[in-house]
């Protein structure tokens, strides 16, 4: 079991930018994939970006396609979702997950979950 903790969230602008990290320890973060989700309230946990345990490889839905990056350092057991060009509906609660086969955009794959950070976009 790998434990993660996701940390950055904030209010911000519309527009404004904002990196999301997700800090791994317990068994060996390379390992995993990594995948970053997002839950606002009365809606289902969506997909938003995912990461093999190389980096070689990211997944986008269109959703966010071209606002959002993600990236790993490995060395620091850390994932990163940097989050550019923020709007009101991507206020959420935030969270990273992990898993050993790879990265998948139903959220039913993964075990291992952060608790979350919250995210508001508002002016």
């Known amino acids: 079991q790998v434990r993660l903790v996701e940390s950055g969230g904030g209010l911000v602008q519309p527009g404004d930018s904002l990196t999301l990290t997700c800090a791994a320890s317990g068994r060996t973060f390379t390992d995993y994939a990594v995948a970053w989700f997002r839950q606002a309230p009365g809606k289902e946990r969506e997909f938003v970006g995912g990461?093999?345990?190389?980096?070689?490889?990211?997944f986008y839905p269109d959703s966010v396609r071209g606002r959002f990056t993600v990236s790993r350092d490995n060395a620091q057991s850390t994932a990163y979702l940097q989050m550019d060009d923020l709007k009101p509906d991507d206020t959420a609660v935030y969270f990273c997950?992990?898993?050993?086969?790879?990265?998948?955009?139903?959220?039913?794959?993964?075990?291992?979950w952060g608790q979350g950070t919250q995210v508001t976009v508002s002016s």
């Open positions: 997950a992990a898993n050993l086969a790879g990265v998948y955009e139903n959220d039913s794959e993964y075990y291992d």
């Open positions: 990461i093999s345990w190389s980096g070689a490889n990211t």
